[in-house]
């Protein structure tokens, strides 16, 4: 007997179990590993989200016509919808409360940090500015003073005009054409 036989599927590693068919539709164990259940769970489920929905749209519809026709409802109906209007507000206010702290530290740190990192770029634009024109100053009053400083002649002006001390623009290169 020189031949080799394989029972199982190729590929499946020891003791891995198989959810699957080979059409690729699931087993009862992968349906139920993957939580799709059986067709009436499946079934139920889709009811069940298709009567919330209804619901919804249903009271959504109600408040619309009580709210067109407040003359028609009855004192009972009146207060059980102004009962629930006040809960709901209620649950609301409680619910923004709970949140309140979180978000009112979060703002207070943002705009600490927003303040402080608009100041910092501030006044380095401003020191930058400040420093280029007291540097200009001071270098133009020294070379009053008889000192050497380059870039200013003796009597305070820019060697190469009375420009402050800025370079004059480059002239834009021509095109040679050919």
């Given at each position: 007997m020189?031949?080799l036989?394989?029972?199982?599927?190729?590929?499946?590693k020891?003791?891995?179990?198989?959810?699957q068919?080979?059409?690729?539709?699931?087993?009862?164990?992968?349906?139920?590993?993957?939580?799709?259940?059986?067709?009436?769970?499946?079934?139920a489920?889709r009811?069940?989200?298709?009567n919330?929905?209804?619901?919804r749209?249903?009271v959504?519809?109600?408040?619309?016509?009580a709210?067109?026709n407040?003359?028609?409802?009855?004192d009972?109906?009146l207060?059980?919808?102004i009962?629930?209007?006040?809960k709901?507000?209620?649950f609301n206010?409680?619910?923004?409360?709970?949140?309140?702290?979180?978000?009112?530290?979060?703002l207070?740190?943002?705009?600490?940090?927003?303040n402080?990192a608009?100041?910092?770029?501030v006044?380095?634009a401003v020191?930058?500015?400040?420093?280029?024109?007291?540097?200009?100053?001071?270098?133009?009053?020294?070379a009053?003073?008889?000192?050497?400083?380059?870039g200013?002649?003796?009597?305070?002006?820019?060697?190469?005009?009375?420009?402050?001390?800025?370079?004059?623009?480059?002239?834009k290169?021509t095109?040679?054409?050919?």
């Amino acid at each position: 007997m020189s031949e080799l036989y394989h029972h199982g599927i190729k590929g499946q590693k020891w003791g891995v179990r198989r959810y699957q068919n080979q059409d690729g539709s699931y087993t009862d164990e992968g349906r139920r590993r993957r939580g799709f259940g059986s067709f009436e769970d499946r079934r139920a489920r889709r009811e069940q989200k298709r009567n919330e929905k209804l619901m919804r749209k249903q009271v959504k519809e109600d408040r619309k016509w009580a709210q067109k026709n407040r003359a028609l409802l009855t004192d009972a109906e009146l207060n059980a919808r102004i009962n629930r209007l006040q809960k709901e507000k209620q649950f609301n206010d409680l619910s923004k409360q709970d949140i309140a702290p979180g978000k009112e530290k979060t703002l207070s740190l943002i705009d600490k940090y927003a303040n402080q990192a608009a100041g910092a770029i501030v006044g380095a634009a401003v020191s930058g500015t400040i420093g280029i024109a007291i540097s200009a100053h001071t270098n133009r009053e020294l070379a009053k003073k008889g000192y050497h400083v380059k870039g200013y002649d003796e009597n305070g002006n820019t060697s190469k005009g009375n420009n402050g001390g800025q370079q004059p623009p480059k002239p834009k290169p021509t095109q040679l054409s050919m």
